[in-house]
């Protein structure tokens, strides 16, 4: 399995710097971002794929229980607190695990293993979805039948948490497969798409036109840049435009 993409939350500098070394000592994590708020957090999961998070719960303005609530697909969380009565409301929004407060470099690499194990169990669901590049086509599993999209029909596939949503010519609806985005960039060959958005892999030969914030596919579908994002892109744009 690839690595963990994931942010660290907490409104106390020690206590994140903590985070920080602890997830810099555990090899199959990848930090995305150290974050003093959960506003802050929100800007960072709109921008970027995040995986996981490991969120404090006792923070100015919103909590990270609340945060969590906010969220319409948030990322698998592990909280860490120095109150232990939050494990229950804890477990009730699906957390992964719960840190009690000062915890060891050994309880937190517990956590990233039940971060890796509970991943591992998503992508055996997604099952395996193989790209043939001689064929120009790719297969995906869904709804308990194998679909052929040729490479070149695909405009673009919005990523929804644990699912993907791959929109082809000669489909009135998307296809819905059950895997997260990051292993279908993965498996998509990188000369033909590109990852523009946390939430967004586009056909690069399907571009229309772009904008600074923006990209017009040849359907008239307009697809939001990521500022994480936006640099790789303007750089592809670079080498492929003239004038």
Do not use: W
């Amino acid at each position: 399995m690839n690595k963990i993409r994931v942010i660290a939350v907490d409104d106390e500098p020690l206590a994140l710097k903590q985070l920080e070394m602890y997830i810099a000592k555990v090899p199959f994590l990848e930090p995305v971002a150290a974050c003093r708020s959960a506003l802050e957090a929100r800007r960072v999961l709109d921008a970027a794929g995040v995986d996981a998070m490991f969120l404090d719960i006792n923070m100015p303005d919103i909590s990270g229980m609340e945060f969590v609530r906010t969220l319409a697909h948030p990322p698998l969380v592990v909280f860490t607190t120095a109150y232990s009565e939050y494990a229950v409301e804890g477990f009730r929004v699906h957390a992964v695990d719960y840190l009690l407060k000062p915890f060891s470099l050994a309880d937190f690499v517990a956590a990233a293993e039940r971060l890796r194990e509970r991943l591992g169990a998503q992508a055996a669901l997604a099952g395996d979805v193989p790209v043939s590049l001689q064929e120009d086509a790719v297969f995906f599993r869904a709804d308990g039948r194998t679909v052929r999209v040729r490479l070149g029909d695909i405009r673009c596939i919005e990523g929804m948490s644990e699912y993907v949503k791959v929109f082809y010519d000669g489909a009135p609806v998307p296809l819905i497969v059950l895997m997260r985005l990051k292993q279908l960039e993965e498996r998509l060959p990188a000369a033909r798409f590109m990852r523009v958005h946390k939430s967004f892999i586009i056909n690069l030969g399907r571009i229309r036109e772009a904008g600074k914030n923006d990209i017009i596919l040849d359907d008239g579908t307009a697809v939001p840049v990521g500022d994480l994002y936006r640099q790789a892109f303007r750089d592809y744009l670079a080498k492929s435009s003239l004038g």
